[in-house]
């Protein structure tokens, strides 16, 4: 069995998940500040370069600027003008440069007169931006051509933002992006509180150690019994079925399916899906004679589905049934020795009184009545399997106040094809009929039951009528499924199978089984045989003989 592990230094389940989403949320968290900064950095540094390229463009746009570039003279009015823009607009430097890569201003006077070290980028006639290292350091720039009076390209204007004033105009807003990051760390941190109990309640407080070791118990339970397992859901979906439940029932893959879709109705489905609710429903398969019980499942006031156990009695039944069969002939037999006794006590007693033709002619009287009806019998069943079940069903049948006749136009082979199904037919019968005839008020020609047996070409038929008081109305269909019995329960074999496993045979087969209602129920089935080379007994009855009723029927 798995080691359970409980609550402890490890933590609660609720307590890790919260623990570890806000880990989760705090990195994330950072993640998206770092990145949220270097766009908010991105999107400053364009608006810079915007504002260096504007002022650039001022600086191209002054008249003294462009008169002076294009025709020379003015001495220091270049100088002077771009000076005054550049304290006027806060920028780093304003840079006038002709075509020659000549400065003509610069707020280092030193430089003015000394040639650039980038070529000039305007001679496309557009306006660039970017960020440069120059003289005055790491600066936002704006570049702009200058045309002279006459519309000529003279040179071009360049114009920087010192980078200290970006740098400032991010950390300005940094409290606010800090602001918003906290606020959805917070929100987040709730979400996973809130998410962390619902959690809880959902597992009703299992820890995950608790709850792989429940699992493993689980699939050692589920695969360890012998009985079969399916739950189902609140919805009716099969949840859990184990590999014996698969086999009894034939589910196959059934998870997450309706047994609708799996199963066909009948007794099974009903009595899995909770229609019957009788404890130890007993449920004929084709294959198993199974017992179902169903138990809905519930936990702290949640309805958590239901859970079936199915359990195999098809050796016990059988068992139990032959064991009641031994029990009824054992009686029979007891009975006959106490009439072989009577018997013997009355031939002695003739032979005592010396009337010895009085005692030879009661032996052989006595004698010869039993093995009339073997010999009668044997006339019309070829096969000793079936004479002994007739046989023996006749003699339990007479020590319970009830004769069996056998049709004279019954006709069977020595060796009729399936023969093991046959015996289970006309032996479940045969059972039936006898118990409803003692059940039954006894008719004036005594209780009795007619059996007949007819082989033919291409089927046999089996026809048994009894003197009972006949099924009820209505229950022509019924009294074929499992359990269904109108008599109490005896010794201990459990009723409501035998017709049910007829009907079952029979109908896997191929073959029909109906009953009539009213006084005396005549049941008759017809089991079809695969063609054969030789003509069996009975081919020269006619097909009428074969459907048609028997005797006082």
Same mark, same amino acid.
């Given at each position: 069995?798995?080691?359970?592990?409980?609550?402890?230094?490890?933590?609660?389940?609720?307590?890790?998940?919260?623990?570890?989403?806000?880990?989760?949320?705090?990195?994330?968290?950072?993640?998206?500040?770092?990145?949220?900064?270097?766009?908010?950095?991105?999107?400053?540094?364009?608006? !810079?370069?915007?504002? @260096?390229? /504007? %002022?650039?463009? $001022? &600086? =191209?746009?002054?008249?003294?600027? #462009?008169?002076?570039?294009?025709?020379?003279?003015?001495?220091?009015?270049?100088?002077?003008?771009?000076?005054?823009?550049?304290?006027?607009?806060?920028?780093?430097?304003?840079?006038?440069?002709?075509?020659?890569?000549?400065?003509?201003?610069?707020?280092?006077?030193?430089?003015?007169?000394e040639p650039v070290g980038d070529p000039i980028v305007v001679l496309d006639g557009r306006t660039h931006v970017g960020s440069d290292q120059g003289a005055t350091g790491r600066s936002a720039n704006g570049?702009?051509?200058?045309?002279?009076?006459?519309?000529?390209?003279?040179?071009?204007?360049?114009?920087?933002?010192?980078?200290?004033?970006?740098?400032?105009?991010?950390?300005?807003?940094?409290?606010?992006?800090?602001? !918003?990051?906290?606020? @959805?760390? /917070? %929100?987040?941190? $709730? &979400? =996973?509180?809130?998410?962390?109990? #619902?959690?809880?309640?959902?597992?009703?407080?299992?820890?995950?150690?608790?709850?792989?070791?429940?699992?493993?118990?689980?699939?050692?339970?589920?695969?360890?019994?012998?009985?079969?397992?399916?739950?189902?859901?609140?919805?009716?979906?099969?949840?859990?079925?184990?590999?014996?439940?698969?086999?009894?029932?034939?589910?196959?893959?059934?998870?997450?399916?309706?047994?609708?879709?799996?199963?066909?109705?009948?007794?099974?489905?009903?009595?899995?899906?909770?229609?019957?609710?009788?404890?130890?429903?007993?449920?004929?398969?084709?294959?198993?004679?199974?017992?179902?019980?169903?138990?809905?499942?519930?936990?702290?006031?949640?309805?958590?589905?239901?859970?079936?156990?199915?359990?195999?009695r098809t050796e016990l039944v059988g068992l139990l049934r032959e064991l009641d069969s031994v029990r009824g002939l054992t009686d029979a037999l007891r009975a006959q020795q106490h009439e072989f006794t009577?018997?013997?006590?009355?031939?002695?007693?003739?032979?005592?009184?010396?009337?010895?033709?009085?005692?030879?002619?009661?032996?052989?009287?006595?004698?010869?009545?039993?093995?009339?009806?073997?010999?009668?019998?044997?006339?019309?069943?070829?096969?000793?399997?079936?004479?002994?079940?007739?046989?023996?069903?006749?003699?339990?049948?007479?020590?319970?106040?009830?004769?069996?006749?056998?049709?004279?136009?019954?006709?069977?082979?020595?060796?009729?094809?399936?023969?093991?199904?046959?015996?289970?037919?006309?032996?479940?019968?045969?059972?039936?009929?006898?118990?409803?005839?003692?059940?039954?008020?006894?008719?004036?020609?005594?209780?009795?039951?007619?059996?007949?047996?007819?082989?033919?070409?291409?089927?046999?038929?089996?026809?048994?009528?009894?003197?009972?008081?006949?099924?009820?109305?209505?229950?022509?269909?019924?009294?074929?499924?499992?359990?269904?019995?109108?008599?109490?329960?005896?010794?201990?074999?459990?009723?409501?199978?035998?017709?049910?496993?007829?009907?079952?045979?029979?109908?896997?087969?191929?073959?029909?089984?109906?009953?009539?209602?009213?006084?005396?129920?005549?049941?008759?089935?017809?089991?079809?045989?695969p063609p054969t080379p030789s003509a069996p007994r009975g081919t020269q009855l006619a097909t009428a003989s074969l459907a048609g009723p028997a005797g006082r029927r």
């Amino acid at each position: 069995m798995p080691l359970r592990i409980g609550r402890g230094a490890r933590g609660r389940l609720s307590a890790r998940i919260l623990a570890s989403q806000l880990v989760i949320l705090a990195l994330t968290g950072a993640i998206g500040f770092v990145l949220f900064a270097f766009a908010q950095r991105a999107g400053i540094d364009r608006s !810079y370069e915007q504002r @260096a390229l /504007a %002022i650039a463009k $001022t &600086a =191209a746009a002054e008249p003294r600027i #462009r008169q002076a570039v294009e025709y020379g003279g003015g001495g220091d009015i270049v100088q002077t003008v771009a000076e005054r823009i550049r304290r006027a607009s806060g920028a780093s430097y304003v840079v006038v440069i002709d075509l020659n890569g000549i400065r003509h201003s610069h707020p280092h006077g030193g430089l003015i007169g000394e040639p650039v070290g980038d070529p000039i980028v305007v001679l496309d006639g557009r306006t660039h931006v970017g960020s440069d290292q120059g003289a005055t350091g790491r600066s936002a720039n704006g570049k702009a051509p200058l045309y002279g009076p006459s519309g000529k390209l003279v040179g071009e204007v360049s114009a920087g933002i010192p980078e200290h004033d970006v740098l400032g105009e991010l950390w300005r807003e940094m409290p606010t992006f800090g602001l !918003y990051a906290a606020i @959805a760390t /917070a %929100i987040g941190s $709730t &979400a =996973a509180f809130v998410l962390a109990r #619902r959690l809880k309640r959902s597992t009703f407080g299992l820890e995950l150690e608790e709850i792989a070791g429940l699992l493993q118990d689980r699939e050692a339970m589920l695969h360890g019994i012998r009985e079969g397992v399916v739950a189902f859901d609140p919805d009716g979906r099969i949840s859990v079925v184990n590999d014996e439940a698969r086999h009894l029932l034939g589910l196959g893959t059934a998870l997450g399916s309706r047994l609708e879709d799996v199963l066909p109705d009948g007794r099974l489905r009903r009595a899995l899906d909770g229609t019957l609710t009788d404890p130890d429903l007993s449920v004929l398969t084709d294959d198993h004679c199974l017992v179902v019980n169903r138990m809905p499942v519930a936990l702290h006031g949640r309805e958590l589905g239901a859970v079936v156990t199915v359990r195999d009695r098809t050796e016990l039944v059988g068992l139990l049934r032959e064991l009641d069969s031994v029990r009824g002939l054992t009686d029979a037999l007891r009975a006959q020795q106490h009439e072989f006794t009577n018997r013997m006590h009355t031939v002695a007693g003739l032979l005592d009184i010396g009337d010895h033709d009085a005692a030879y002619e009661y032996a052989v009287e006595s004698a010869g009545a039993d093995q009339a009806l073997t010999e009668s019998v044997r006339e019309r069943i070829g096969n000793p399997q079936l004479v002994g079940l007739v046989v023996a069903k006749a003699t339990v049948a007479a020590e319970r106040g009830v004769r069996i006749e056998l049709s004279e136009d019954s006709a069977l082979g020595d060796d009729p094809p399936d023969l093991r199904r046959l015996l289970t037919v006309v032996g479940n019968l045969l059972d039936n009929a006898i118990d409803a005839a003692v059940g039954g008020p006894a008719p004036e020609g005594g209780r009795e039951v007619r059996l007949c047996l007819i082989e033919a070409f291409d089927q046999v038929m089996v026809r048994v009528e009894d003197s009972g008081p006949g099924i009820p109305p209505g229950c022509a269909e019924s009294i074929f499924e499992d359990g269904w019995s109108t008599r109490p329960e005896r010794g201990t074999a459990r009723r409501g199978l035998g017709l049910a496993l007829v009907h079952r045979l029979v109908q896997r087969d191929g073959g029909t089984v109906t009953v009539s209602e009213g006084p005396g129920a005549v049941f008759t089935v017809v089991l079809p045989l695969p063609p054969t080379p030789s003509a069996p007994r009975g081919t020269q009855l006619a097909t009428a003989s074969l459907a048609g009723p028997a005797g006082r029927r």
